[in-house]
């Protein structure tokens, strides 16, 4: 499938506009080669401790398709706080 990357979330292509006409479900090359979509190349995990992190993800778009990015942030102490307390 290709997509593409509308304010940071992904919009699959489900048709398009090729030779005056509407083509559903088009054949992702052909999505690729007009240049109206992307594939999306997932990527795993990254190891985090969920004691203390949570990741969250996003996608970036590159030249030739839209990458999946993991980050990895800090819990504020507060909030590590409450959890050790429950």
Do not use: C, F
């Amino acid at each position: 499938m290709t997509y593409n990357l509308i304010n940071n979330r992904l919009a699959p292509v489900r048709s398009i506009r090729h030779g005056g006409r509407r083509i559903a479900n088009p054949p992702d090359e052909l999505v690729v080669s007009l240049g109206l979509g992307y594939p999306l190349t997932t990527t795993p995990v990254p190891e985090y401790d969920p004691e203390t992190q949570y990741v969250t993800k996003s996608w970036r778009q590159e030249e030739s398709a839209i990458v999946e990015v993991w980050t990895v942030n800090e819990i504020p102490n507060e909030e590590q706080e409450e959890g050790s307390r429950q």
